[in-house]
């Protein structure tokens, strides 16, 4: 037991600093993102939904290091990866469009001049659109006409239009 514990010691001292490190990095995260946040005038909810998707990936991060800690090669880490991408490309070819609302929402979260209560018009030659932004999600973004007519709008969609932002609504 003890020859293993020495045989194999640099890796434990790495994982446990791994594991360690892992909340840690998601605290730091989560306060940067909180401070932006409140800083930007953003919605609890919409600051949390981008705090999960970024602890999603620091747990994926962990588990990456964890394998290459422990002597998995990278050159068969990622074949592995392709192939589980692969598989999970051909089985679920209409998700991928989900990964990209997550991103546009994630975008739009941090780069975007508009917030919700915002009057916008979105410059479509086929169907403009003048609405209220009435909320912003991961995947949706919610808009209401002032027929009262809700529009949702898929992140990704809402991210490649032009839109033209007025003033805030009174509230």
Same mark, same amino acid.
């Given at each position: 037991?003890?020859?293993?514990?020495?045989?194999?010691?640099?890796?434990?001292?790495?994982?446990?600093?791994?594991?360690?490190?892992?909340?840690?990095?998601?605290?730091?995260?989560?306060?940067?993102?909180?401070?932006?946040?409140?800083?930007?005038?953003?919605?609890?909810?919409? $600051?949390?939904?981008?705090?999960? #998707?970024? =602890? *999603? @990936?620091?747990?994926? &991060?962990?588990?990456? !290091?964890?394998?290459?800690?422990?002597?998995?090669?990278?050159?068969?880490?990622?074949?592995?990866?392709?192939?589980?991408?692969?598989?999970?490309?051909?089985?679920?070819?209409?998700?991928?469009?989900?990964?990209?609302?997550?991103?546009?929402?994630?975008?739009?979260?941090?780069?975007?001049?508009?917030?919700?209560?915002?009057?916008?018009?979105?410059?479509?030659?086929? $169907?403009?659109?003048?609405?209220? #932004?009435? =909320? *912003? @999600?991961?995947?949706? &973004?919610?808009?209401? !006409?002032?027929?009262?007519?809700?529009?949702?709008?898929?992140?990704?969609?809402?991210?490649?239009?032009?839109?033209?932002?007025?003033?805030?609504?009174?509230?």
């Amino acid at each position: 037991m003890i020859g293993i514990l020495k045989e194999h010691l640099p890796q434990i001292i790495a994982s446990v600093l791994v594991v360690l490190l892992t909340p840690s990095a998601k605290y730091i995260a989560r306060k940067i993102v909180d401070k932006y946040g409140s800083a930007t005038l953003k919605s609890e909810a919409r $600051t949390l939904h981008v705090i999960q #998707i970024i =602890n *999603i @990936l620091i747990n994926f &991060t962990c588990i990456i !290091t964890l394998t290459i800690i422990w002597g998995v090669r990278p050159q068969n880490m990622l074949v592995a990866l392709s192939s589980i991408f692969a598989v999970i490309g051909v089985a679920m070819f209409a998700q991928w469009s989900m990964l990209s609302n997550i991103t546009a929402g994630i975008i739009i979260f941090f780069s975007t001049p508009f917030r919700i209560g915002d009057r916008i018009h979105i410059l479509d030659k086929d $169907t403009p659109i003048d609405a209220i #932004i009435e =909320n *912003i @999600l991961t995947f949706h &973004t919610y808009l209401r !006409t002032s027929e009262g007519e809700q529009i949702i709008i898929p992140n990704s969609l809402f991210l490649q239009k032009i839109v033209s932002v007025g003033k805030q609504k009174d509230t």
